[in-house]
């Protein structure tokens, strides 16, 4: 099994990769597109890193945590927050897989590109379930299943991306309904198109 990845190493140079900023910005627009965002309502980003989801969406919602376990991740997004005076964001330092929870509940919880790193996926499903209101939505972008060609760096890998289906019956175990499973956009990278899904569901 892999070792877990120090994101908060990486956290400076985050946003210096042009791609990943070009994924982020399609991903965000893409959970506007498929769910009915409201400024009514106040939204969790799990593994929200630097923010480069987090900050598009907060235009569209009332609120938005961004969580994250990595402490350099968190310090850069809190510079932007201020930096932009953004008033509707604010970030939490909580690693979920350890039984860590955020206060409140949610009209929304987003992840982009968080599940491939999480070993055991189902658990966290059922925590993030536990923190929306009833009917409210989740929105899980992450690399369709290959051959484990995407990454240069494999440490802190644990999926080489998923299928529809897996996504499907994992919200589905994790007691979601109304699931849909799209492909969003394609990252090209080393002469290859690696699709994206984004997954969406209700809680109960």
Known sequence: MTERRDFDAAAAAWDEEPRRVKLAGEIAAAIRDNL?????WDALDFGCGTGLVTLP????????????????????????????????????????????????RFHLITSAMTLHHIPEIVPVLLTLRGLLHPGA??????????????????????????????????????????????????????????PVLLATAQSS
């Open 36 to 40: 009915p965002l409201s400024r009514e």
């Open 57 to 104: 969406l907060s235009q569209y919602l009332g609120s938005i945590v961004g969580l994250d376990s990595s402490q350099g991740m968190l310090e850069r997004l809190r510079g932007k927050i201020e930096a932009l005076g953004c008033l509707n964001v604010r970030t939490t330092l909580c690693n979920l897989e350890n039984g860590e929870l955020p206060s409140g």
């Open 137 to 194: 939505w989740i929105a899980l972008a992450d690399l369709e299943s290959e051959e484990g060609n995407f990454h240069d760096d494999t440490t802190g890998v644990f999926h080489n991306g998923f299928s529809a289906e897996e996504l499907s019956n994992m919200l589905k175990k994790a007691g979601f309904s109304s699931i849909s499973v799209n492909v969003v956009t394609k990252i090209a990278r080393k002469d290859q198109l690696f």
